[in-house]
């Protein structure tokens, strides 16, 4: 039973119960002395890894093992007031004891970057024995030739996840590409501020294209969530934007831009990961034309966006024909066109 004086520390990473996170690594061991906003642990839930904080000072102990899976609302560990003793676990196995020679204290951003890598962190640690790592340490270490022999580059924890995500083999994807004539007004606003704002001014007029398909049927979107891709050093991250929030293109740009900084600073608690009811997909600062966006489920359709040439958009609407026809993405499209004519910076 937990010490009433205790505080417990829960990830409030998914509003559903039966949604699953894995406790991936502990920073401390039980009993060790903490304050309040230190990083004791990461997670990875079903879309990223996010770092877990002590929400007092005090002493740690561990109620969930390293690779444990836990659910919203359970605790993870708890902060016993300072100076106390914590007991034995008991809910819990303990976790496996792990070789303190292969242990690297590093930060995690630094860790994940080595395992995309490919690269043993410990094997980095004795190349520059004594500093705090970084991510240029680790590039300097694969330069002077310390990259697995085998040449074989694991997929990290997000990219498996990504992978895991993307893979519906219930969908039935196909894509319609299109050519929009958009006034220089979009170009002045910015490309993805003023395609959501058509995006949600759409929605009440295609029901059909705008919320969360499931095996059993359709749920229709209420309001606008709308997941759009940031591609980061770790990979491909998709938060949501609340379209109720942003009324204005101005809203919009100032949004997205918010929380595309927010993700490729490391601050993922600050943003959503909520199931979205459309996404949004944006290459052309890549100079692509057309691609193949793939379906973020639930959301039925995602938009793909290519480089403006003056005034011709290049667009690529993925949609699931389980639900939608070619004919309900042309119109959506046909509208899109028309919607982005009243664009205003």
């Known amino acids: 039973m937990a010490d009433p004086e205790s505080r417990p520390v829960t990830v409030p990473f998914s509003d559903k119960p039966d949604a699953e996170a894995v406790l991936t690594h502990w920073m401390y061991d039980d009993g060790a002395a903490v304050r309040a906003g230190t990083v004791i642990a990461e997670a990875m ?46 809910e819990t196995p303990a976790a496996p004891p792990r070789e303190t020679a292969s242990f690297v204290p590093v930060m995690p951003a630094v860790r994940r970057y080595a395992e995309e890598r490919g690269v043993d962190v410990a094997a980095v640690a004795r190349r520059f024995p004594g500093k705090r790592l970084t991510r240029a340490d680790v590039d300097a270490f694969v330069a002077e ?3 697995p022999a085998s040449g074989l580059v694991p997929y990290p924890r997000e990219r498996r996840v990504l992978i895991r995500n993307l893979t519906n083999p219930g969908a039935l994807p196909f894509t319609l590409h299109r050519r929009l004539s958009v006034p220089d007004a979009v170009r002045t606003a910015g490309v993805q501020a003023a395609v959501a704002w058509a995006l949600a001014a759409l929605r009440p007029e295609h029901p059909r294209l705008f919320g969360r398909l499931g095996a059993e049927g359709f749920e229709p979107a209420a309001e606008l969530v709308l997941a759009v891709a940031v591609q980061t050093d770790r990979g491909l991250m998709a938060p949501v934007v609340d379209g109720a929030t942003c009324r204005t293109v101005a809203e919009w740009r100032a949004r ?18 909520d199931a979205p009811t ?22 039925v359709a995602i938009l793909g966006l290519g480089a403006l040439d003056g005034g011709r958009l290049p667009v690529s609407l993925t949609v699931d024909h389980r639900w939608v026809d070619g004919v309900d993405g042309a119109r959506l499209l046909q509208d899109l066109e028309a919607c982005l004519a009243d664009v205003v910076p």
Not at 256 to 273: K, N
Not at 278 to 285: E, H, K, Q, R, V
């Open 145 to 147: 030739g310390g990259a």
């Open 256 to 273: 997205i831009a918010e929380l595309a900084e927010h993700v490729r600073a490391g601050r993922l608690q600050a943003l959503r990961f």
């Open 45 to 90: 839930t079903e879309k990223v890894t996010v770092e877990v904080e002590a929400p007092a000072d005090g002493v740690l102990r561990r109620l969930v093992p390293e690779n444990g899976v836990f659910r919203p609302g359970e605790a993870v560990a708890e902060i016993l007031p300072p100076g106390a003793a914590p007991p034995a676990p008991a």
């Open 278 to 299: 459309f996404a949004l997909s944006n290459l052309g600062p890549w100079g692509v034309d057309y691609f193949t966006p793939v379906l973020l489920p639930p959301a």
